[in-house]
């Protein structure tokens, strides 16, 4: 195990720059996820923490040691590919413990790494087939059997479920946050799905086009996002965001609903207001009337896309509601659960108070 820390990196290829200074500190131990849409530079940055890229800029630190100018070999991490990268012809056992052999070690040290390994990871039984005879969510467990046996400081993971069917997904996620509860790893974990980070990571580091937008825990991006693209990025559903007008003690949202909210900036200025989809609820009793455009039922919740003023919001109804397209119905906003941001920035402002409309 180990700490990772990343400072000031930067990457550009040619005149294009693609990473602007990224700073991450990771703690010995931590689960960490890089998050963001496609393009928006995480695998880049986890590959030159692997050393599969050159460092434009900055600094790579893995367990205080400057690792920028070393072989990916030296730099002792492993590495969980999307593809799995099994050798078709050998064994599980073999694959597991190649790293291992070329490293020079007995094979009875290769067998009795590989064989705790394999018992960690449910793979005892498996040991003698071959990848072609493997289910996905197997050859994803070999692959990550193959690293456990080299006791690396530093395990790095890019997108190793997003070949896996959705089911299958679940399953795996489970599987690696209780392989890193056991084995007390530092890990640096690539993905693209925010439910993903939300429910494995011990911090999140939310990237957009080659920066940091935020960094924290889970619970902290989604309950206080820094700014409007993590606002949106993280939750599923995503966050409403509505365009408001604040007034003397209050927020007009949508041109629709008047919230008792003081916020931070003059009266008059235009900002966005956010409101998650599960604090938005059906009011036959409210003026703030909506059209609803579609209604997905789940089984637990029910999900509704509706139309106020013009915008579409969605909102989660944990009853099950008889609407159809068209329906006019009531909203109201829970008090206290609204986010507010800057119309031109998108940073997060202040505020206090508030009721439902």
């Known amino acids: 195990m180990a700490s990772v820390d990343i400072s000031g990196v930067k990457k550009s290829y040619g005149a294009v720059a693609v990473m602007h200074?990224?700073?991450?500190?990771?703690?010995?131990?931590?689960?960490?996820?890089?998050?963001?849409?496609?393009?928006?530079?995480?695998?880049?940055?986890?590959?030159?923490?692997?050393?599969?890229?050159?460092?434009?800029?900055?600094q790579i630190a893995i367990d205080g040691?400057?690792?920028?100018?070393?072989?990916?070999?030296?730099?002792?991490?492993?590495?969980?590919?999307?593809?799995?990268?099994?050798?078709?012809q050998m064994t599980v056992a073999q694959n597991m413990g190649f790293a291992l052999e070329l490293a020079g070690r007995s094979k009875a040290e290769i067998k009795a790494e590989v064989d705790k390994a394999a018992e960690i990871l449910s793979l005892t039984a498996l040991l003698d087939?071959?990848?072609?005879q493997l289910s996905g969510g197997q050859r994803q467990r070999v692959a990550m059997g193959r690293a456990i046996v080299r006791h690396p400081k530093v395990f790095l993971f890019d997108e190793p479920l997003s070949n896996l069917d959705a089911k299958l997904r679940v399953k795996m996620r489970a599987e690696i946050k209780a392989l890193h509860q056991r084995l007390k790893s530092t890990i640096i974990y690539v993905t693209?799905?925010?439910?993903?980070?939300?429910?494995?990571?011990?911090?999140?580091?939310?990237?957009?086009?080659?920066?940091?937008?935020?960094?924290?825990?889970?619970?902290?991006?989604?309950?206080?996002?820094?700014?409007?693209?993590?606002?949106?990025?993280?939750?599923?559903?995503?966050?409403?965001?509505?365009?408001?007008?604040?007034?003397?003690?209050?927020?007009?949202?949508?041109?629709?609903?008047t919230l008792?909210?003081?916020?931070?900036?003059?009266?008059?200025?235009?900002?966005?207001?956010?409101?998650?989809p599960d604090e938005i609820t059906i009011d036959p009793e409210s003026p703030v009337k909506a059209e609803v455009v579609v209604v997905e039922p789940t089984g637990s919740e029910t999900h509704i896309t509706a139309r106020l003023a013009g915008h579409e919001i969605t909102l989660i109804s944990k009853a099950r509601v008889a609407l159809a397209p068209g329906d006019q119905i009531g909203l109201s906003f829970s008090p206290n659960k609204h986010h507010l941001f800057d119309d031109a920035t998108g940073r997060r402002l202040e505020a206090s108070g508030g009721m439902a409309a």
């Open 129 to 132: 087939r071959k990848p072609g």
């Open 192 to 257: 693209h799905d925010q439910i993903e980070a939300m429910t494995m990571a011990d911090k999140i580091v939310v990237m957009n086009a080659g920066r940091v937008e935020q960094i924290g825990t889970p619970l902290e991006l989604y309950d206080n996002p820094a700014n409007l693209f993590v606002a949106t990025f993280m939750g599923s559903p995503a966050m409403n965001i509505l365009p408001a007008v604040t007034q003397a003690g209050a927020v007009l949202v949508a041109g629709v609903a």
């Open 65 to 88: 040691r400057r690792v920028n100018e070393l072989e990916p070999k030296d730099r002792d991490i492993a590495m969980v590919f999307q593809n799995y990268a099994l050798y078709p």
């Open 21 to 58: 200074g990224v700073d991450v500190a990771i703690g010995d131990g931590e689960f960490v996820i890089l998050v963001g849409p496609s393009g928006c530079g995480k695998s880049t940055l986890l590959r030159m923490v692997a050393g599969l890229e050159t460092v434009t800029g900055g």
């Open 260 to 276: 008792p909210i003081v916020v931070s900036v003059p009266p008059g200025t235009k900002i966005a207001y956010g409101i998650r």
